[in-house]
């Protein structure tokens, strides 16, 4: 049984920092691209960030580009996501989601999902 399991989030202040983790199980977590959404509040999911297997492909939106970090570390079966400079619009549920064949911005194309870590930025 595959689990993804999120922490990390929060309820923080504008210009603040956060370190999401994903903890996962069940799967060969090194054979599996790693993606990072969000789901604002009344609002549609979006992609946030992805990484390849190895950790050496990353892909970013445009929106956190410069502010957030994913990484992965394959011995602890664990992804992360770093986010500086935290703005009012981040405020989303923060979810990762595995992918056998991608490490794409589709989450169509990601077939595990966590079941999310509430984020909260203050003004």
């Known amino acids: 049984q595959v689990q993804l399991v999120e922490s990390g989030g929060g309820l923080v202040q504008a210009g603040g920092s956060l370190r999401l983790s994903c903890a996962a199980s069940?799967?060969?977590?090194?054979?599996?691209?790693m993606g990072w959404f969000r789901q604002p509040p009344g609002k549609e999911r979006e992609f946030v960030a992805a990484i390849s297997w190895s950790g050496g492909i990353r892909n970013y939106a445009d929106s956190v580009k410069g502010r957030f970090t994913i990484t992965r570390d394959n011995a602890k079966n664990t992804v992360y996501l770093q986010i500086n400079g935290l703005k009012p619009e981040d405020t989303a549920v923060y979810s990762c989601?595995?992918?056998?064949?991608?490490?794409?911005?589709?989450?169509?194309?990601?077939?595990?999902w966590g079941q999310g870590t509430q984020v909260t930025v203050s003004s």
């Open positions: 989601a595995a992918s056998a064949t991608s490490w794409g911005t589709y989450s169509n194309h990601y077939r595990y």
């Open positions: 069940g799967l060969t977590f090194s054979s599996y691209g």
